[in-house]
T-cell receptor, first 115, second 115 residues
Framework: NAGVMQNPRHLVRRRGQEARLRCSPMKGHSHVYWYRQLPEEGLKFMVYLQKENIIDESGMPKERFSAEFPKEGPSILRIQQVVRGDSAAYFC?????????????FGPGTRLLVL | TQLLEQSPQFLSIQEGENLTVYCNSSSVFSSLQWYRQEPGEGPVLLVTVVTGGEVKKLKRLTFQFGDARKDSSLHITAAQPGDTGLYLCAGLINAGGTSYGKLTFGQGTILTVHP
């Protein structure tokens, strides 16, 4: 079974550009979570999505950040007009439709570097 | 304010030694997870504990959830160089509603086991 897949693994953007991060959950998983890991900091929750629905976006910055999980295709975390402070590792996790939501399986992450 | 405090932050030991990592909070968690993360990779789930006082063993690793569900520990017996990595505890504070699935992470413990 393939695990959670994220691409790209590394992304370099200049200030003001857009960054699109993709996440394909584990097969059969319908819940997706995005976390951010800033240098020297722990993982911070950003958003929790189910297919076509945002369940909890309490950790998302109010501006420039958006996330979606369409009926078909991967979940997308989109950062508009990136700034240097957005440089971080972004991790996606997924959990199955039934059972404990906190048992989350993480992807390898996308390392975003903003120049 | 860090909801989950891990200690120690750094641990450097010799192969064969035992060690314990602690995860403490003033909040009650409905469950707690331990992850291990290697450089450039995503966190890998080791265990989920859900019942106060619960003890789980995974080969040389022993995980304990405090009776009051506010703390947890990870004990490694006869550490090996392959145990080297970042160990993270994560917990779920709210068991229901829209926060279900929003993991709160500790800052992590960097373990180095020297041959």
């Amino acid at each position: 079974n393939a695990g959670v897949m994220q691409n790209p693994r590394h992304l370099v953007r200049r200030r003001g550009q857009e960054a699109r991060l993709r996440c394909s959950p584990m097969k059969g998983h319908s819940h997706v979570y995005w976390y951010r890991q800033l240098p020297e900091e722990g993982l911070k929750f950003m958003v929790y999505l189910q297919k076509e629905n945002i369940i909890d976006e309490s950790g998302m910055p109010k501006e420039r950040f958006s996330a979606e999980f369409p009926k078909e295709g991967p979940s997308i975390l989109r950062i508009q007009q990136v700034v240097r402070g957005d440089s971080a590792a972004y991790f996606c996790a997924s959990s199955p439709p039934s059972g404990r939501r906190e048992t989350q399986y993480f992807g390898p992450g996308t390392r975003l570097l903003v120049l | 304010t860090q909801l989950l405090e891990q200690s120690p932050q750094f641990l450097s030991i010799q192969e064969g030694e035992n060690l314990t990592v602690y995860c403490n909070s003033s909040s009650v968690f409905s469950s707690l997870q331990w992850y291990r993360q290697e450089p450039g990779e995503g966190p890998v789930l080791l265990v989920t504990v859900v019942t106060g006082g619960e003890v789980k063993k995974l080969k040389r690793l022993t995980f304990q959830f405090g009776d009051a569900r506010k703390d947890s520990s990870l004990h490694i017996t006869a550490a090996q160089p392959g145990d080297t990595g970042l160990y993270l505890c994560a917990g779920l504070i709210n068991a229901g509603g829209t926060s279900y699935g929003k993991l709160t992470f500790g800052q992590g413990t960097i373990l180095t086991v020297h041959p």
